[in-house]
Nanobody, 116 residues
Framework: QVQLVESGGGLVQPGGSLRLSCAASGTIFGINAMAWYRQAPGKQRELVARITTGGSTNYADSVKGRFTISRDNAKNTVYLQMDSLKPEDTGVYHC??????????WGQGTQVTVSS
């Protein structure tokens, strides 16, 4: 059974940094991309950053230049380095694995709170 285990969330002051990790346990075949989504209170879940198996990336406009997504294909692990954090970055961050065929996998989420 595949599980995505996220870590690295927490409370940080504005301007600070956090690094999120998401490790997939179990074997996942046919991975197309891995991504991070976030959901703020009262808002819909939104894509933050995405990286394909080939290394192509895309980011939400609100995080460009501040967040960096990377992955270790051999370990089925994806990272999100978050710098210059703002209060509006607060939310639950979920890891996602999208496959070419078949259902996506989702992590349980890790809370990120940016507050002074």
């Amino acid at each position: 059974q595949v599980q995505l285990v996220e870590s690295g969330g927490g409370l940080v002051q504005p301007g600070g940094s956090l690094r999120l990790s998401c490790a997939a346990s179990g074997t996942i075949f046919g991975i197309n991309a891995m991504a991070w989504y976030r959901q703020a209170p009262g808002k819909q879940r939104e894509l933050v950053a995405r990286i394909t198996t080939g290394g192509s990336t895309n980011y939400a406009d609100s995080v460009k230049g501040r967040f960096t997504i990377s992955r270790d294909n051999a370990k089925n692990t994806v990272y999100l380095q978050m710098d210059s954090l703002k209060p509006e970055d607060t939310g639950v961050y979920h890891c996602n694995v999208a496959r070419f065929v078949g259902k996506d996998y989702w992590g349980q989420g890790t809370q990120v709170t940016v507050s002074s």
